[in-house]
């Protein structure tokens, strides 16, 4: 029984030993990565120094370009369809800005609905900021008047966050029954 004991007690030794010595390893590439990093960030500083105005301006706008491209536009539909009951619709979708937060693909959104249930918006706001994907935050309402229907027009702002389970940006290409785009 001793000698079993040993014989654990040498391999858990012999592991310890093994475990330490990957984590020293580990530790110190984590460090030089660190470093490079830190002096990859320090160049692109330079270089954002050394941009004109114009540079900058451009740069800000090929960033927005590539952030819309990466925007899946049926995917926000979707999701707002999703979210909206019965009672409410939509009457003005503007986004005012795509970006990148992190990993994540986010837009700002102006979106006024019309509806004669107050209740049924506030319950669809709430839908929205449990939902895991929008912000909302309402921003006005207007009282709307014509021969046969009275309704109010509410206007949200909204902060989308594009969900991880978007296809590709030929995913939103609309096809035929044949198969081909349309």
Do not use: C
């Not at 475990?19 to 830190?38: D, F, M």
């Not at 999703?82 to 959104?109: C, F, L, Q, T, W």
């Not at 207007?142 to 021969?147: A, G, P, Y």
């Amino acid at each position: 029984m001793i000698g079993l004991a040993s014989v654990a007690g040498i391999f858990f030794l012999a592991k310890l030993r093994q475990n330490s010595a990957q984590n020293t390893r580990l530790t110190t590439q984590a460090k030089e990565i660190e470093t490079e990093v830190n002096r990859l960030k320090g160049e692109g500083e330079k270089v954002q120094q050394q941009l004109t105005p114009q540079q900058r301006e451009l740069l800000v706008a090929s960033h927005k370009l590539v952030a819309n491209k990466s925007f899946g536009w049926s995917r926000l539909f979707a999701d707002l369809e999703s979210v909206m009951p019965g009672s409410v619709s939509a009457s003005r979708i503007a986004v005012e800005n795509v970006y990148k937060d992190r990993d994540e693909v986010k837009a700002e959104i102006n979106f006024a609905v019309l509806s004669r249930d107050y209740a049924a918006v506030m319950s669809m706001i709430d839908s929205m900021n449990n939902s895991g994907r929008f912000q909302a935050e309402l921003r006005g309402q207007d009282l709307q008047k014509t021969e046969r229907i009275t309704y109010t027009e509410y206007s949200l702002h909204l902060i989308y966050t594009q969900s991880y389970a978007v296809s590709t940006p030929a995913g939103d290409i609309a096809q035929s029954s044949t198969g081909g785009a349309q």
